[in-house]
């Protein structure tokens, strides 16, 4: 009866477990912003893309520095996951680029035909997705590297993988834990300027609007 969001631990080259405090400080910030009333769990071991117990979780998580191919049993697992109502995201840690360049080829080979559609903040897609809980216009004022749109590809109407260029687990990543004069904490690189923080909370605001979207749809 709790939510998590597990992250894949895929056949290929990757660094899979890298910003291991981001998924748990994610969902403390969930935890907190409802008062404890959202319940849910961290688990941060690696999941098996093959076997069935990717079916146990409506949300998987993967990031990487690094170009990525998914082998074809691992393809034909995520088809059936996605098929039953399963959520996919993809985060190209650092922003390089070079991950997000892989993420096109595997939707193809996951979802043939499907479009990865750019998630521009004027489109119905983006509100969609970003403004369910808290109400936003704008992607938040990161650097300008990690500005990209996300980009999603859509199963039978439901937006089954999101991809973002602008790697979310550095800035739910945390160097020092929250207190009640910092209530986001220290980013992974212990900063704590305004700045930072307008940023991380922009973030934070966007990762929980979809994720309790993708939850819910």
């Known amino acids: 009866g709790k939510v998590t969001m597990r992250r894949l631990k895929p056949q290929c080259k990757s660094d899979w477990n890298n910003d291991p405090t981001a998924l748990p400080y994610l969902f403390y910030q969930i935890r907190e912003r409802t008062q404890g009333k959202f319940p849910s769990y961290v688990d941060n ?9 990717i079916f146990d979780f ?13 082998s074809d049993e691992e393809v034909e697992n995520l088809k059936k996951y996605l098929a039953r109502g399963g959520t996919l995201m993809l985060d190209d840690c650092a922003g390089s680029g070079a991950f997000m360049d892989s993420v ?4 193809q080979r996951i979802v043939p035909g499907a479009e990865l559609k750019l998630l521009l ?10 403004n369910l809980i808290y109400h936003l216009d704008a992607m938040p004022e990161l650097k300008e590297q990690f500005m990209q749109p996300f980009q999603c590809a859509y199963l039978n109407g439901r937006p089954a993988i999101l991809a973002c260029p602008n790697d979310y687990g550095c800035y739910w990543e945390i160097s020092a834990p929250p207190t009640a004069l910092n209530p986001l904490g220290n980013n992974a690189h212990g900063e704590t300027t305004p700045t930072v923080q307008k940023s991380r909370e922009e973030v934070y ?3 929980i609007n979809w994720l ?3 939850l819910t749809h």
């Open 45 to 53: 071991e690696g999941l098996d893309i093959v076997g069935d117990k």
């Open 58 to 70: 409506p949300i998987v998580y993967f990031t990487s520095h690094f170009p990525f191919q998914f």
């Open 104 to 107: 096109p080829p595997n939707v």
């Open 121 to 130: 903040k004027d489109t119905k897609e983006f509100a969609d997705l970003f």
């Open 205 to 207: 605001q966007l990762s």
């Open 212 to 214: 309790f979207y993708a």
